[in-house]
């Protein structure tokens, strides 16, 4: 059945991925793409599908209430894939106002501009929010993951927004009966991901021989999914999750920051034709960040059982896919890392 979609943040890393899967997979959509174009989006992302007849880019803001109110009348959504964020912890810590702006304020003025237009007609539509495991807060005994019921813990001011739009969201399917759906992901790598970023600033650090920032003692521990399957998750929770399901999504692949940048260095010195050791020289331990949660790990056995959703790719594949693609688009990464990003990286790591 055709139907208009509206995806927010789609010219960032994982919408742009969204938005792609969306256009060419389901050719009866209309997808929408709203985003701001914030130093984190960017329409180059989706050159190649730009032209499509079911797809349209609308820039604008979602803390600008009237102007969703206008955009909803414009094209009557029959559902929203919300994943515009602010979605940077270091920049949640020298300024979580944004991080409120856009995160809470900016997913509540969504979720009324839905329940307006809809008027409480929620035959075949759905409200999908995109958000992260990091609502949990950390975790420190090994064998203990986060399952969709564990309790919320959020210690950084990126993950207290979005564990607040979480709830939310949940309090519109609880108060109004807006059916929505939600996932918390844990942290995705792949094509298009900003150099702010570990895995993308330590592949322009590599290239460039310019010091690989590892913060404290590089201990902290994180579950990695290559992000396709993270856009593969969405498409099938958006398309087959029950109303007010929320899911899991992770790729059971936890890495030390620290052995991650050894991996990353050793698959980049071979692809560089360099000795296979050289990078690592260029390892730099940094000043840790504050109230750096010690350890996330996902236990999405509800995704894969309900749904049949299993990652695509190992992590050793996902990666090498990734420096691939990197080294091949390196216009891409010249062109964001310029301006900007220089002085951002200055106060950051000098
Ligand atoms: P990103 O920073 O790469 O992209 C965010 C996009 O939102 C950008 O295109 C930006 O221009 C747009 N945006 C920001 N503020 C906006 C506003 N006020 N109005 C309209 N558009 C705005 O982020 P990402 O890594 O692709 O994350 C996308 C979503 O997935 C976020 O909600 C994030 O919390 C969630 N998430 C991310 C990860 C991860 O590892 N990156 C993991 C789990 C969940």
Known sequence: MSKTILITGGAGFIGSHVVRLFVNKYSDYTIVNLDKLTYAGNLQNLKDIENAPNYHFEKGDIVDAGFLEGLFNKYNFDGVIHLAAESHVDRSITDPLAFVMTNVIGTVNLLMAAKKSWNGNYEGRRFYHVSTDEVYGELHDPKEFFVEDTSYDPR???????????????????????PVVLSNCSNNYGPNHFPEKLIPLMINNIKNKKPLPVYG??????????VLDHARAIDMIYHNAEDGETYNIGGNNEWTNIDLVHLLCDVMDKKLGQEVGESRELITYVKDRAGHDLRYAIDATKLMNNLGWEPSVTFEEGLEKTVDWYLNNWEWIENITSGDYQKYYQEMYS
């Not at 950084?156 to 807006?178: C, E, I, L, Q, W």
């Open 156 to 178: 950084s001011p990126y993950s207290a927004s979005k564990a607040s739009s979480d709830h939310f969201v949940r309090a519109y399917n609880s108060t109004y009966g807006m």
């Open 217 to 226: 003692k590089g201990e902290n521990i994180r579950d990695w999914l290559y």
